[in-house]
């Protein structure tokens, strides 16, 4: 397997217009530094609630003028922390759930460990293309996400576990996360909430724990296997580390609507600044 030291020329070329790069990687200004802080503490908070914080980082680094691979990378490397954080602040949810993360978690991993690979094998120019589809798909998923848990709690009651579709659906969306991420939290509170008949907090807190699983195989493999912007990593991890704290305590006060708008919006500007990066 090769190793992706930051973005192929082609992308470093094409993005080298929007910021400039040094030989130890882009420099960052106070108050670019502060934009990367506040976004991570978003995504943090975020994630511990529903998921999709990566619709947060990941335009910001866009705007900055980080190339898409490079800023995905990065991004779920200094998103593990904070996933961490979102994963203990539902620790009593997860009461009595020990062998189902154990046995869920595997399948997380192993689907982490297919989505890395497939970002660090394939030309960057299949990630520029495919990710405005994945996050057009995530904001679709947020703005019906009411409808879609309401649908779910009339068809989980009396639902088994038993049998290979659960794991396949979370392995499947082990590997989305492990490609990109965004929105990865809502599409496994999906499959788990149709498998399972639980209610809909330990369902939550069993997808804040698979989203961990998940983000730390993709964040061991990227540092293995890629380059990661570590000024970056530190400070979204720093940042997601206090906003997972905050979203685990209070994200219950938040208006829904709200906030699904806010990341909607945030989402559709990443889409914008991926389709101009290609003209």
């Given amino acids: 397997?090769?190793?992706?030291?930051?973005?192929?020329?082609?992308?470093?070329?094409?993005?080298q217009r929007r910021r400039p790069l040094t030989t130890e990687g882009p420099e960052l200004s106070l108050w670019e530094a502060l934009a990367i802080l506040l976004a991570g503490v978003g995504a943090g908070g975020i994630?511990?609630?529903?998921?999709?914080?990566?619709?947060?980082?990941?335009?910001?680094?866009?705007?900055?003028?980080?190339p898409p691979v490079t800023a995905s990378i990065s991004n779920s490397v200094g998103l593990a922390p904070g996933s961490?954080?979102?994963?203990?602040?539902?620790?009593?949810?997860?009461?009595g759930q020990s062998r189902r993360v154990l046995r869920l978690g595997a399948m997380s991993c192993l689907g982490a460990i297919t989505g890395g690979t497939l970002l660090v094998s394939l030309p960057?120019?299949?990630?520029?293309?495919?990710?405005?589809?994945?996050?057009?798909?995530?904001?679709?998923?947020?703005?019906?996400?009411?409808?879609l848990g309401a649908w779910m709690r009339r068809r989980r009651a009396g639902r088994s576990e038993r049998g290979p579709l659960l794991p396949l659906g979370v392995y499947g969306?082990?590997?989305?996360?492990?490609?990109?991420?965004?929105?990865?939290?809502?599409?496994l509170i999906s499959v788990l909430g149709l498998s399972l008949d639980e209610d809909l907090q330990r369902v939550n807190a069993l997808k804040n724990a698979l989203t961990f699983a998940v983000n730390t195989t993709a964040a061991v493999f990227y540092i293995v296997f890629a380059s990661p912007e570590w000024p970056v990593v530190a400070l979204i991890a720093g940042g997601s580390v206090i906003g997972g704290y905050v979203g685990a305590r209070f994200g219950r006060l938040l208006r829904p609507f709200a906030l699904r708008v806010i990341i909607v919006a945030v989402g559709l500007s990443a889409m914008v600044q991926l389709v101009l990066g290609q003209i």
């Fill in 1 to 15: 397997m090769r190793r992706l030291d930051g973005t192929a020329e082609g992308e470093k070329q094409r993005w």
């Fill in 47 to 66: 994630n511990a609630i529903v998921g999709s914080g990566t619709l947060f980082t990941f335009p910001v680094l866009l705007a900055l003028g980080y």
């Fill in 84 to 95: 961490l954080t979102g994963a203990i602040g539902y620790r009593r949810e997860l009461a």
């Fill in 124 to 147: 960057p120019d299949v990630f520029e293309r495919v990710v405005p589809l994945l996050i057009g798909l995530a904001c679709v998923l947020i703005m019906v996400q009411p409808r």
């Fill in 173 to 187: 969306t082990g590997v989305y996360g492990g490609y990109f991420a965004a929105a990865q939290g809502i599409v």
